[in-house]
C-alpha cells in the first residue's frame, strides 16, 4: 500500500479519465449505430424476402410453411423469366430507354446550367429557380394533359407516339432535365471564376470553356447527375403505364405488373424474380459510383 | 510587345463609379504597378484591360490599336491571378500549354515553349505534375509559366503574392523582377502592397476611389508625393502629419507645431513656403526617418526638441518610437543605442530640409 503512494507521487499526475467530451462522443456514437443498424434492417428484409421468395416453387410459396426459409430451393423462376422473350423485350425496352434519356438528359442539362451559372444573361437567376421549380410538379398531375397532348400530336401530324416506348423518350426528361440542371448548377457555380477567366484569356471560347475545362472538372457531379437520370428514367411506373400498352412496348416495371399478374393469379415467384433481376443494374452502377454520387450531390448542396 | 495606353476610362457599376477617367501611357517593356487600398479601382482597371470587364467610356489601346470591343483572346495578353486559376485536372505542362493547344501549335514548337519557360522558372522536374500536389509558391511559378509561353504582348498581374506566406512572397517578388528582365514583357501588375509595387514596379501608379492619386518612379513617389494620400499610403511606417501653421519670429520663417514647439525653417524652405498665409492650417509632413535622436553637433536644419515616449519598438537595425505631439502619434526611428525606453524621455531631432508640408483642406503637398 505504502508503496503505491510512493509511485503515485513519482509519476506525473495524469487524468487517465476520457474528458466528458469524448464520453458524449461515444454515447452518440453508440445511438448512431443503433438507429443505423435498425434503418439498415428495415431497409434490407424487403430485398431478403424477395430473393428467398424467387427461389421458391409456386407450390412452396403457397404452402404455410416458414417464409423466411427456403425447403425446396430451386431457379426455375430465373431460367423461365431468362429464357422468356418477352421479359427480355421489358429489359431491353427498359436499357434503351434510359440510355437515351440519361444521354438526351446530359445533352440539355450540361450545357444549360453552364449558362445560368456561368454567362450570366438577363434573366439568368429568376430562369434557373424556374428550372428547379418545374422538378416539382409532380408526375401525378401531368401524365393526363400529356397523353392528350401526344394524342392531340397524333391527330394533327399523323405521327403516332401513344403506345411507342420511344414516346418516354419525350416525358422522361422533363424529370430528369431539371433536376440534373439544378445539380449540375450548383457544381458548376463551385468552380472559381478565375478559372473560367484563364481559359477566355488563354483564348478558349464558351464552347471550349465547358467542354475542356468544366466538364473535366466537375465530372463527379456529372456522374452524380447520370446516375440520377438513370434511376430516374429505369425505375419510372407511372408514365410508362400509361403511355405504353402492348407488352412488346412496355417497359420492365410495367411489363412485370401487367403480365406476371393474371386477373387475381399472382405469380410470386416470377414477380419477385423479375423484380431482383430488375433492380440488378442501378445496384451495380452505385456500387461502382457510391463515391461520385456522395461527393457530387454534397458539393452542389453546400456551394450550389 | 506593345504598349498600353488607356484615354479617359471610365467603369460604371448601375451608378456606383469604380473607375472615373483614368489616362496612363505604358511604354513597351515597362513594368507597372498600380497599387492603392482595396476598392480603389485597380483591379477592375487592369481587368478591363484583360477585356474581363467591358469599359463604359474611354479608350484602350494596346499596340496603338483601340481593343474597347476585341474580346480578351484576341488581345494578345495573358493575366496571372491572385488564386492562380489552375487546370485542377492538367498536369503543369498541360496548363501551360493550354493556350497555345487552343491555338494549334505545331507540337513540336510547345514543347520547346514549355520547356524553356520551366526551365526559366525553374519547375522543370515538376511538368507532370497535377496543381494539386504543388505548393502555392510553386502553383504561382506555374501560373507565370503559362503566361510566358504565350509570349504575349502583355502580361497582366492581378495580386499574384498576396496568397503566399510573407517570406515566399519576397523571394517571389525577386523571380517576377528577373522573369522581367529576362522576357522584357510590357507589364501591369495590381497591388495593394506599396512595398511589393515599391520593389517592382519602374514606374508606380498610385489610385485612390477610382482615381490616379500620382505617377512615378518609386522613388520619386517617395521623395516627392503630390498628395496627403500618396505621402501617407508610400513608405513604412507611414508619413507622419503633424498640424501646424507658418509664423514669422524675428524675421525668420517658422513652423509652430504647439505652443512650445516652433522650428526655424532651413533658408531653402522658407524660400519656398514665403509666400503662404500665416494663419493656414496646414500639415507638417514627416517620415519617421526624418525623426531621429539629437546629435551632438547641431547640422543646419536639423532641429531638436524633448518628447518623452509612449511606446518603443526595437528592430534590431533601428528602434521605432511612438510619442504623442498635440494629441497625434508621431513614429520616429533612433539608433538602438539612443537609450530609447517606453515611457522615457529623449531628446529628438526632426530633418526639416526632408519635411513636406501639406494643405490640411485640400491634402495638396505644397
Partial sequence: ?304 | MADVTLRKVIKRYDDVEAVRGIDLDIADHEFVVLVGPSGCGKSTTLRMIAGLEDITDGDIMIGGDVVNDVPPKDRDIAMVFQNYALYPHMTVAENMSFGLRLKHYPKAEIKTRVDEAARMLDIVELVDRKPKQLSGGQRQRVAMGRAIVRNPKVFLFDEPLSNLDAKLRVQMRIEIKKVHQKVRTTTVYVTHDQVEAMTLADRVVVMNHGRIEQIGTPNDLYHNPATRFVAGFIGSPAMNFLPCRLEDVAGQLHIRLTDRIAFPLPPARAARYHGLARNEKLLLGLRPEHITEAKVHPEPGIEPFDAVLDVTEPMGMETLIYFTLEGAQVCGRVNPNAGARDGGPLRLAVDLNNMHLLNEATGAVI
Fill in chain 1, 1 to 304: 500500500m505504502a508503496s503505491t503512494i510512493v509511485i503515485d507521487k513519482a509519476a506525473p499526475t495524469r487524468n487517465v479519465k476520457y474528458g466528458s467530451m469524448s464520453r458524449d462522443r461515444t454515447w452518440a456514437l453508440r445511438w448512431s449505430y443503433f438507429f443505423l443498424g435498425l434503418f439498415a434492417i428495415f431497409s434490407l428484409v424487403p430485398p431478403l424476402y424477395m430473393l428467398i421468395t424467387s427461389l421458391k416453387g409456386s407450390a412452396e410459396i403457397s404452402a404455410a410453411t416458414n417464409p423466411w426459409w427456403v425447403f425446396h430451393p430451386t431457379l426455375s423462376n430465373y431460367i423461365e423469366l431468362l429464357t422468356s422473350n418477352q421479359y427480355l423485350r421489358f429489359f431491353l425496352n427498359s436499357a434503351m430507354v434510359s440510355v437515351f434519356v440519361v444521354t438526351i438528359t446530359m445533352l440539355i442539362s450540361v450545357p444549360a446550367a453552364f449558362a445560368l451559372a456561368r454567362m450570366r444573361f438577363w434573366g439568368s437567376a429568376t430562369l434557373a429557380t424556374g428550372v428547379f421549380l418545374t422538378y416539382l410538379i409532380p408526375d401525378s398531375l401531368l401524365f393526363i394533359p400529356l397523353f392528350k397532348m401526344f394524342a392531340v400530336i397524333g391527330d394533327w401530324t399523323g405521327i403516332q407516339l401513344i403506345n411507342r416506348w420511344y414516346v418516354l423518350l419525350f416525358i422522361y426528361p422533363t424529370l430528369t432535365v431539371p433536376f440534373c440542371t439544378w445539380i449540375m448548377i450548383g457544381y458548376f457555380a463551385s468552380i472559381p471564376k478565375e478559372l473560367d477567366e484563364a481559359a477566355i484569356i488563354d483564348g478558349a471560347s464558351w464552347f471550349q470553356t465547358l467542354t475542356r475545362i468544366f466538364i473535366p472538372v466537375a465530372l463527379p457531379g456529372l456522374i452524380a447527375a447520370t446516375i440520377f437520370a438513370f434511376t430516374q428514367s429505369w425505375a419510372q411506373f407511372l408514365y410508362p403505364l400509361v403511355f405504353t400498352t402492348s407488352t412488346d412496348q412496355q417497359v420492365l416495371p410495367v411489363g412485370i405488373i401487367t403480365t406476371l399478374i393474371k386477373g387475381d393469379v399472382f405469380n410470386w415467384g416470377q414477380i419477385m424474380t423479375g423484380a431482383l433481376l430488375g433492380a440488378a443494374p442501378p445496384l451495380i452502377i452505385y456500387a461502382f459510383l457510391m463515391d461520385y454520387y456522395i461527393a457530387g450531390l454534397t458539393a452542389g448542396a453546400t456551394k450550389g
